[in-house]
T-cell receptor, first 113, second 111 residues
Framework: DTAVSQTPKYLVTQMGNDKSIKCEQN?????MYWYKQDSKKFLKIMFS???????INETVPNRFSPKSPDKAHLNLHINSLELGDSAVYFC????????????FGPGTRLTVT | QKEVEQDPGPLSVPEGAIVSLNCTYS??????FMWYRQYSRKGPELLMY????GNKEDGRFTAQVDKSSKYISLFIRDSQPSDSATYLC???????????FGKGTMLLVSP
């Protein structure tokens, strides 16, 4: 009965590779997010989707491309991985765009070597 | 100056102590204030939510917001080892959905 799930939990890859992280929520929420948490624990929004539409796109390199096939899924594809992309990536969801509570997934720990 | 400042800690206290965690912010448009708790290797989870200024209590936890000082606090009474986690403050304005997080304070409660 996991609310927000992400796969994989761990991802180790080399520079230059392309990788994807998948996120699914079974809460029936309309809005989903991707956050990046760096080594200093700073949690920063990357993207937000509402009903499969992109509504927030913070200053993120074009190598990052989110895709929302339906309301329950928001995937993150990263091209040409760089060392600085190493971080924990969290998916989250909320009932609506201005919701006070966001539900976070367990995170995907990406290590680029 | 960063929008939200939070002392990263770690803050170490003995079991039973009263803990005070704080954040300051610079954006006077922030109206909604939250505290998230993040256990090691887990995602953040909402602990407390406050709108505008004032206090809110939930069990051992009390959240305070002082908008005039741009200062928010989370108090934990009778702290337990299970409270050991990183506490992140988060806030947003009235119209924008993005949450701005502090860097989090690591709390360690020893038995």
């Amino acid at each position: 009965d996991t609310a927000v799930s992400q796969t994989p939990k761990y991802l180790v890859t080399q520079m230059g590779n392309d990788k994807s992280i998948k996120c699914e929520q079974n809460l029936g929420h309309d809005t989903m997010y991707w956050y990046k948490q760096d080594s200093k624990k700073f949690l920063k929004i990357m993207f937000s989707y509402n009903n499969k539409e992109l509504i927030i796109n913070e200053t993120v390199p074009n190598r990052f491309s989110p895709k929302s096939p339906d309301k329950a899924h928001l995937n993150l594809h990263i091209n040409s991985l760089e060392l600085g992309d190493s971080a924990v990536y969290f998916c989250a969801s909320s009932q609506e765009t201005a919701a006070r509570q966001q539900y976070f997934g367990p995170g995907t720990r990406l290590t680029v070597t | 100056q960063k929008e939200v400042e939070q002392d990263p800690g770690p803050l170490s206290v003995p079991e039973g102590a009263i803990v005070s965690l704080n954040c300051t912010y610079s954006n006077s448009a922030f109206q909604y204030f939250m505290w998230y708790r993040q256990y090691s290797r887990k995602g953040p989870e909402l602990l407390m939510y406050t709108y505008s200024s004032g206090n809110k209590e939930d069990g051992r936890f009390t959240a305070q917001v002082d908008k005039s000082s741009k200062y928010i606090s989370l108090f934990i009474r009778d702290s337990q080892p299970s409270d050991s986690a990183t506490y992140l403050c988060a806030m947003r304005d009235s119209g924008y959905s993005t949450l701005t997080f502090g860097k989090g304070t690591m709390l360690l409660v020893s038995p």
